[in-house]
């Protein structure tokens, strides 16, 4: 029998973890009861990475800590699934009502309408779903650019009246370079743990590493660590891979900013006062904000904007399972995918360019069924929610959206990872190479995947470039060859 009663059931799911906003901003310390649920669904150490489980739960019992030290009624249970646990706390509190945000996944929004909870709105992101949706509606075509000027102008961020401070919208023009032969890379923070961090580490059976931080106060350290080790050089080196260093210049933000930790007003409020304080170009600080205010923003509002059946589509009709080398290594002896499933396994994050141009490359052109490279993805990434997977897997990783949200494939050669990274100086195969024994499977499968789809990408005209490259090929047919052997290969994790 409950001890007392309580006027409403505040609902927090583990990506709401911020007392300023969401339901947390409305609740009454007095009368509401604070509710956290460990789903069994979630917490399965067999689907889900160990560090994304350990940072999800280890994350949210520091938050229910930290809550119930400042006076809030906090319940946090463990139970079959989400939904059981809010149904067994509302059967304990009958009288209760149940309030919670608005959700950031269809199925959790629905879960929670069932059960006749009221919302506020959901607050983790700066720009409001029907604001987005309207944007939308007024476009012929979804450009990130559009929307990311607009917000620009609307958040009044890096402008100076309706024009852009440094002359240029957009500065990636100047970024995009190749890591030097000689480069001294600045460390990373290595989060201390805590005995919470311990027992949640021995509960669910994973050996913890100083990689994530688990607390708001760990979050701003990474943030602090960002601004001023790693921002001066993010946009310069952005889409550099290296063998020997896993994140470059980026800022490892994400698992904070998407589970609430950090809001990203704060991170961009830190960034460009960061950036006036001088000796951050603009041209990185132009490409952090963008990240922020624009990419991140648009792939929430395409969420909301494409519905929930967007997730299913497969306009490439790309049927072959997912391949043995994602989650295993040595099933392959290609340097690049290698070493970035190896960097996964470590960390649970590799940073965007590993996860569109090598991965995300590799499925889109090996034909892999989008679905279940997206469950692959969702299951792997420390970063991974519902909102922010299936938008960058489904249209800006494998193009199953037919063109909807990005106008053409993300497909390259190995030509692009060779100038990008040094992953091909130590591989046995050659990314100049398209047919051949030693011929880059990238290569190989850049061309074979156009040749596959010639006939719908010549109706695009913005893959014009390409397809006019895949008629000058002499060789089109051993380069069909190769690839019939690369994907039997691929299949059987023997290439
Ligand atoms: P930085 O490079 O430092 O960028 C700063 C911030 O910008 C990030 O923390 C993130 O909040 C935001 N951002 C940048 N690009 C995107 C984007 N495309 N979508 C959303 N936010 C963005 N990001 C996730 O947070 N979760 C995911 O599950 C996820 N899946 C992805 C899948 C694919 C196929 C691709 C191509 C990208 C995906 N991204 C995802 C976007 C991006 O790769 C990560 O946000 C980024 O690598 C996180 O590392 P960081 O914090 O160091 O980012
Ligand atoms: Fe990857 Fe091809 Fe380079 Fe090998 S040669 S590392 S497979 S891009």
Known sequence: MPSRNFARIVYVPFDQLN????????????????????????????????QRLFFLVSSARHFAAALRSDGYNVSYVRDATTEQGIRDA?????EATLFAAEQSSYRLQA?????????????FFLTERQSFI???????????????????????????????????????KDNREPLPKQYDFAPYVEHERDELDREVADELGVSMSGTWATTR????????????????????????????????????LSPYINNGLLHPKEVVDAALERFEEGGIPIASCEAFIRQIIGWREYINGMYWHLGESYRENNGLKATRTLLPLYSDPSATQMNCVKSVISDIQERSWVHHIPRLMVLSNLALIAGVNPQEYLEWMRESFIDAFDWVMVPNVIGMGVHADSGLMMTKPYAAGGAYISRMSDYCKGCVFDPKKRSGDTACPFTTLYWDFLDRHAE???????????IAGLRRLSDLDEVRARAKTVLQKLEEGTL
């Open 19 to 50: 007392s300023n906003h969401g339901a947390l901003k409305h609740v009454n310390k007095d009368s509401d009861l604070v509710l956290l649920v460990e789903s069994d669904r979630m917490v399965n150490p067999q689907k889900y990475h160990p």
């Open 90 to 94: 509302m059967s304990t509190y009958p």
């Open 111 to 123: 879960t929670l309408g069932a059960l006749g909870a009221s919302f506020c709105p959901n607050d």
């Open 134 to 172: 309207e944007w939308a509606q007024s476009q012929k075509s979804y450009l990130m650019e559009n929307f990311y000027r607009r917000q620009r102008l609307r958040l009044n961020i890096l402008v100076d009246g309706d024009k852009p401070v440094g002359g240029a919208w957009n500065f990636d």
């Open 217 to 252: 106060a760990g979050a701003l350290n990474q943030l602090r660590e960002f601004l001023s080790q790693h921002f001066e050089n993010f946009g310069r080196y952005e889409d550099a891979m290296s063998s020997t260093n896993w994140a470059v210049h980026h800022s490892l």
């Open 456 to 466: 719908e990408f010549s109706r695009n005209h913005r893959m014009f470039q390409q």
